[in-house]
Each structure stands twice: as C-alpha cells, then as structure tokens.
C-alpha cells in the first residue's frame, strides 16, 4: 500500500475530522449499549433501531473529533427524518 492510495486518503481525512477511531469506537459503543440495555429497545423497528445505533456513531464523531463539522449533525438530522417519513407514510 502506498500513501497515494485512496483508502489511506480516506481514513488519514476521516481522523483528522472525527479523531481517532479506536477512541470514537469506545464511545459509540458505550452509547450503543445503552440503548440496547433499555425495555423499550424490543419495541422498536428495525429502522428505528438502524437510525438510533448510527445517530449513536454521529455523536460520537462528534464528541471524538470536529464539533464543528455540519455534516455530522445533518446526518443526525437526516435518520431521525427517514424515520419520521417513514411514520408519515413515506418510505425513501
């Protein structure tokens, strides 16, 4: 692999965006097991389980790396929608 390698472009971006992943990694998962723990974690659907677990991943970049970078709190925004259009009657 050598450094113009794309996937290594990538992930040098990522960190020096989001942190380090090892450490993002441990606060996701934290906040993960958390809901998971909850009585109310079975009742929900599956998107709204797939939307809390990767808004779960967004607050982590975010606590981990750039507060500032708008790209994470719109995808936190944006899987809250799919569910709610979804509850709406529209599925996307």
């Known amino acids: 692999m050598t450094n113009d390698d794309p996937t290594t472009q990538?992930?040098?971006d990522?960190?020096?965006e989001y942190g380090p992943?090892?450490?993002l990694?441990?606060?996701a998962q934290a906040i993960k097991r958390v809901l998971?723990?909850?009585p109310g974690w079975n009742r929900l659907e599956a998107d709204m389980q797939e939307?809390?677990?990767v808004d779960?991943?967004?607050i982590a970049?975010?606590?981990n790396g750039n507060p500032q970078h708008l790209d994470s709190w719109d995808d936190i925004a944006g899987y809250a929608r799919l569910v709610a259009d979804r509850l709406r009657g529209v599925v996307r």
């Open 61 to 63: 970049r975010i606590l």
């Open 36 to 38: 998971r723990a909850q």
């Open 56 to 58: 779960a991943t967004k």
């Open 10 to 12: 990538i992930l040098t």
């Open 14 to 16: 990522r960190g020096a």
């Open 51 to 53: 939307a809390l677990e």
């Open 21 to 23: 992943f090892v450490d």
């Open 25 to 27: 990694a441990q606060i």
